[in-house]
């Protein structure tokens, strides 16, 4: 007696195709851009600070303030557009976020004064904090789950390359004597609106659609990726629609009672990675041209070093990409939360030695990327997909909090207490903490399938 084959649902369909770079690498190159200018946004702070101090004689307490809304701005777009992406789609918010940003930071260009600026940068923030969640929700929904590891920590790469950009534009225009941050911004949202046309062409995500009872759409979509990705035709179900969210601003604020709902200590556990591994990151690199500057460096060097840190940390992200299909999520985030503490404080204790010095943060570099990454992969794969872009917007947007503090907690409170050595020691040990915590409060995510 033979028993009948299950047929596979529609989920299970898309996590078993093969991979075409044609069909869900579009979509990862696309999401992945979005990425890139998350990076670029976040790291201009410390090439324009100087230029807009001189230009409107700002205070350092009125720059904190400014670096300060920016990130919380980012924070608030995580929490509220990764929330409504659950709620309204993936495409929408997908391609929304960037054009706001685009559009934000073409008016802050043209800004005429401090206060203005402010709020300007501070509403760029919010059209950009939903870039991540969002990008990494819909590139792991379209991804087969064989691969989905390398390819979600893979993204990462597109932080450095943004984040390179922009230290080779302030570097450039710095060597060409154009001393004016507003040419800064608009090398950046040129681009950045080419890519808001590009993102009109990506499908909505089938999980979502599913989810949401729009079976015909999600058929479509899936039968199409199974005939471009040369897949063999099968037959398939729909998976059961979840319950019916009501749609606006409230379903959206009750995604975070769901999220401690589904696991509190998955979210705690999220909160405390991101938090905790982005506020050694910005601390570190946002500070380190003034470091730099304050020790034996020109202006010009201390922005092609910070540059150098960005552009290694693409050897990470690709070390890292295979690492966590090999080894899994949870050894390489804390193998590398441990190396990223070492190279950090060894670069603190050399800084007045200019070769170690460099060896040491160049490693930081490449560590710190083995971590990001890994993390990125890891937290968007602990939720279901009713929860995956708000679970991963939250813990994102825990990690603009931090960041939002790294312009005074690092430039007012640690550096002058502490000095250089003690404030990387405390700030490390928040990540790796954070790491030992992962170990034994949460599961390993490698080559589990998506629900």
């Not at 010095?357 to 890994?374: Q, S, T, Y």
Request: hydrophobic residues 55%.
């Amino acid at each position: 007696m033979t028993t009948a084959r299950a047929a596979l649902t529609g989920t299970q369909v898309v996590q078993q195709l093969p991979w075409k770079w044609g069909v869900q690498g579009k979509i990862f190159v696309v999401g992945g851009l979005g990425f890139m200018f998350d990076a670029w946004d976040v790291l201009l702070n410390a090439f324009i600070f100087p230029l807009i101090a001189t230009e409107w004689s700002l205070s350092a307490a009125q720059l904190g303030v400014l670096g300060t809304m920016n990130i919380i701005g980012m924070a608030i777009g995580a929490i509220t557009l990764s929330s409504l992406a659950d709620v309204y789609g993936r495409k929408k918010i997908f391609t929304y976020c960037l054009l706001a940003f685009s559009l934000l930071s073409l008016l802050s260009a043209a800004a005429p004064n401090y206060e203005v600026f402010l709020i300007l940068r501070f509403l760029t923030g919010i059209g950009l904090g939903g870039t991540i969640p969002v990008d990494y929700a819909i590139v792991g929904e379209f991804t087969p789950a064989r691969v989905r590891g390398r390819v979600l920590t893979a993204m990462d790469a597109w932080w450095p390359v943004g984040g390179t950009l922009c230290g080779l534009v302030a570097a450039f225009l710095t060597a060409q004597g154009i001393q004016n941050w507003r040419y800064q911004l608009l090398f950046m949202v040129l681009p950045a609106l080419l890519v808001v046309w590009i993102r009109r062409g990506i499908p909505e995500s089938p999980m979502y659609l599913q989810r949401h009872g729009r079976e015909q759409e999600a058929r479509a979509i899936i039968d199409d990726m199974i005939v471009r990705t040369g897949a063999p035709a099968q037959d398939y179900v729909m998976d059961e629609p979840g319950r019916v969210e009501a749609r606006g601003p409230k379903a959206a604020s009750e995604k975070v009672v769901q999220l401690w709902r589904f696991s509190a200590s998955r979210t705690f556990v999220s909160w405390m990675l991101f938090s905790s591994v982005l506020f050694v990151y910005y601390g570190a690199l946002i500070w380190l041209p003034k470091i730099l500057r304050d020790t034996k460096y020109s202006e010009y060097v201390a922005f092609m070093v910070t540059t150098g840190v960005t552009a290694v940390g693409i050897v990470g992200v690709l070390a890292s990409a295979y690492l966590v299909d090999w080894f899994g999520r949870k050894p390489v985030i804390f193998g590398s939360a441990v190396l990223t503490a070492a190279t950090l404080i060894l670069f603190a204790t050399y800084i007045d030695a200019p070769g170690p010095a460099k060896f040491w943060i160049l490693a930081f570099g490449i560590v710190i990327e083995f971590c990001i990454p890994a993390i990125y992969a890891y937290v968007s794969e602990l939720y279901p997909t009713e929860l995956r872009a708000s679970g991963f917007g939250w813990a994102s947007s825990m990690s603009r909090f931090a960041a939002a503090i790294v312009p005074v907690a690092f430039g007012a409170w640690l550096f002058p207490q502490l000095g250089y050595v003690w404030t990387f020691v405390v700030a490390t040990a928040f990540l790796v903490v954070s790491a030992v915590l992962m170990m034994f409060m949460t599961p390993e995510t490698k080559g589990q399938e998506l629900h």
